[in-house]
């Protein structure tokens, strides 16, 4: 059987504080296979970029992963050596950040920052890195690549600067890209090309995306599978049709209902009442429950169990039919 | 950039036409030339002649004109004790200066950027939190006592260094260089590190807080995302930024190191342009001060000038013109 390219099994990141341990990310498990991009979405300090970092091995002090695993094409990465990790980054693993302006290093070219890297990634020559840096500048469509090589970053406009970060997270030719809000930062007319560049990149190369994002519009133009987290786990996991139509899990609902989205239609948007606790805080049995209109004594007693592809969609103990949210909608 | 370049040296020139107006000032306002320079039997005559020989009947503004002209061609006149030109004795007293601040402004430099990028990288290690707590001490101290305190240590109880003077030295061209004898360079040690270390501690101090900073930039995340390795991401990427603000701050630095030079020349005995001054203000020797004043400030105008050029130099976002700046 074809390995997934990423395959997260019951990730725990812990970060040890003076009023006890906190855990951004609990029990997180999903795959990524080949040519896929998985959606993340979920409120501010749901644990996103904390689940991202994690995987390319870039947690800042003192986070940490306590347990579970991480394996990059069904080989463990999660107990490497920093050193091991490193060599990894950029040629199976790329990361691309929210802010193209501050991405770059604005005393290096543009084909500097691309040649250094693709040299420590692979064995070429000079002459042979430079063309692969043309070409990468061509391949996310950057006009007249071979002129502007030699361009420092800040001669580029926003949206180009982000081609140059992909072409340069691409660069070594990696399986595996994980993109932090990268359309968040952008202009709204450039962050639909970004997002069809992605989509495009994944599909010809088959490199497997994990795109965070707040942009339920970029989730359901782009994404094939949805993740959902919510206080450090992942409230609900599945195909993008079936979560943002008929979304399972309370929180999933409720975040679709007070997102506009074009394919909805234009109901009214609703908040969800109340605000995601904290970390130190979290309430005992589901941590959604002290805002569920749904909540009953079980799920005030009980943690909700983990869920993982294909195996339950949704961790709620009482997950919405396709019925029960008409009447919540009526 | 043209525009810029000569904005800056209007500046300059400002600064140095309102410098020269203070050093002009001192000649009429502190004490009366005339009387310093006739001994105690001069006739009202002699005391005339002398007024008109130097121009000192002539209105205020032509004088400072006249002052500024001759200033300009580095002549300010006799000394008063000495009855020298002013440029011949300075000339002589200036290579000492300039070596001891040339060492100690490399001591200065090498040694804080050295330094700031050890504590910056290791800032969790005890070496970089010891260096931290004795360069907290080294700035606190008074130059002279750091002078002192050296000269205890390594010329009196160990007895390994000169603790005045500048030893022999050997005259190439008109300029005496300390750099060619043993004695020149083992005299140069004290003097140097008493005057540098200051400094030194300062830019390290910078060097540090900048590297730190730039360390938790994006694009230094995003090179470590890409797989660098630490050496590139420290000296590569992380250093070049963090040089562009410390480049200013640094080379003001180095300019006030010959004006610092005053006290450890004084402590040291070192014959340079600071002990003239030193002694000339003791005199009341005009001419030697006011040509002091004058020199000092087209250094560090100089030396400002200069910073602003290298600034240029290594950040690109400065090089190109604003309009063609983005598209
Ligand atoms: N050093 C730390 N000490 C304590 N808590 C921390 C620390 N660093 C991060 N956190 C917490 O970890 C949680 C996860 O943060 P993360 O950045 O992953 O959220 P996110 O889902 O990416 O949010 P956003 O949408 O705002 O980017 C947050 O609740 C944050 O408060
Ligand atoms: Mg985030």
């Known amino acids: 059987m074809q390995h997934p390219i990423l395959s997260v099994r019951n990730l725990v ?23 896929e991009i998985l959606g993340v979405v979920g409120e501010s300090g749901a644990g996103k970029s904390m689940t991202g970092n994690a995987v390319i091995g870039l947690l800042d002090r003192p986070a940490r992963i306590t347990s579970g695993e991480i394996l990059l094409s069904g080989e463990p990465i999660h107990n490497k050596r920093p050193d091991e990790l490193r060599r990894l980054r950029g040629k199976t693993m790329g990361m691309i950040f929210q802010d193209p302006l501050t991405s770059l290093n604005p005393l290096l070219t543009v084909g500097e920052q691309l040649t250094e890297t693709i040299q420590e990634h692979l064995n070429v020559s000079n002459a042979e890195a430079q063309d692969r840096a043309v070409a990468a500048l061509e391949e996310v469509g950057i006009p007249a690549a071979r002129a502007r090589i030699n361009s420092y970053p800040h001669e580029f406009s926003g949206g180009m600067r982000q081609r140059v970060v992909i072409a340069l997270a691409l660069c070594a030719e990696p399986d595996l890209i994980i993109a932090d809000e990268p359309t968040t930062a952008l202009d709204v007319s450039v962050q639909a090309q970004i997002i069809a ?51 399972r899990h309370p929180y999933t609902s409720g975040l679709m209902a007070s997102t506009p989205l074009a394919s909805q239609g ?27 209109e749904f909540a009953q004594d079980k799920c005030r007693a009980n943690p909700t169990p983990h869920i993982q592809d294909g195996d339950g969609r949704a961790a709620c103990w009482f997950p919405l039919s396709a019925n029960s949210e008409q009447e919540v909608d009526a | 950039m043209l525009a810029y370049i000569i904005r800056r040296i209007i500046q300059s020139i400002i600064v140095l036409l309102a410098v020269g107006f203070v050093a002009f000032a001192m000649f009429n306002f502190v004490g009366d030339p005339v009387d310093n320079m006739l001994g105690q039997e001069r006739t009202q005559a002699d005391i005339e002649r002398l007024r008109e020989q130097l121009g000192l009947d002539k209105p205020f503004i032509v004088q400072y004109w006249h002052f500024l002209e001759q200033a300009a061609q580095g002549n ?26 040339f060492v100690s402004g490399l001591l200065a430099l090498f040694g804080g950027i050295a330094l700031g990028i050890f504590t910056a990288i290791r800032r969790r290690g005890i070496s970089a939190n010891v260096i931290m707590t004795l360069s907290l001490i080294g700035v606190s101290l008074p130059t002279f006592l750091i002078g002192v305190i050296l000269i205890y240590v390594f010329s009196v109880e160990l007895g390994w260094l000169p603790s005045f003077g500048r030893g022999e030295v050997v005259d190439i061209g008109g300029w005496s260089t300390g750099f060619l004898t043993v004695s020149g360079l083992k005299a140069m040690v004290l003097p140097a590190i008493t005057l540098g270390l200051y400094q030194m501690t300062l830019i390290m101090r910078l060097v540090r807080t900048e590297m730190l900073e730039v360390l938790r ?15 590139s991401i ?29 006290i450890t020349e004084t402590v040291f005995q070192w014959p340079g342009v600071g002990l003239l001054f030193i002694n000339a203000v003791q005199f009341v020797d005009i001419p030697i001060m006011a040509a002091y004043l004058m020199m000092i400030s087209v250094m560090f105008v100089g030396i400002n000038l200069i910073v602003d050029m290298l600034y240029f130099a290594i950040d690109p976002r400065l090089r190109v013109d604003r309009s063609s700046g983005g598209h």
Do not use: W
């Open chain 1, 197 to 247: 560049l992605l989509k495009r990149l994944c599909r010809e190369r088959g490199v497997a995306v994990m795109l965070v994002t707040h942009d339920m519009g970029v989730i359901a133009e782009a994404a094939d599978r949805v993740a959902v987290m919510y206080a450090g786990r992942l409230a609900e996991l599945g195909p993008v049709r079936d979560v943002l139509t008929t979304a």
């Open chain 2, 234 to 262: 420290n000296f590569r990427h992380a250093l070049k930024n963090t040089l562009v603000p410390v480049i200013t701050i640094t080379g003001l630095q180095l300019g006030s190191i010959i004006a610092f030079a005053i």
């Open chain 1, 13 to 35: 990141v812990e970060i040890p504080t003076r009023h006890g341990i906190l855990r951004p990310v609990d029990q997180v498990s999903y795959d990524i296979h080949a040519g």
């Open chain 2, 217 to 231: 930039m994006d694009y230094i995340r995003f090179a470590r995302a890409r797989g660098l390795r630490e050496k």
């Open chain 1, 266 to 292: 234009q109901k009214r948007l609703r908040q969800i009442p109340g605000s995601m606790p904290r970390l130190g805080n979290l309430p005992q049995g589901c941590a959604f429950s002290p805002r569920c």
């Open chain 2, 76 to 101: 300010f006149g006799l000394s008063y004790r000495q009855g020298r030109p002013v440029a011949d004795i300075i000339s002589e007293r200036l290579p000492a200066t300039l070596e001891l601040a």
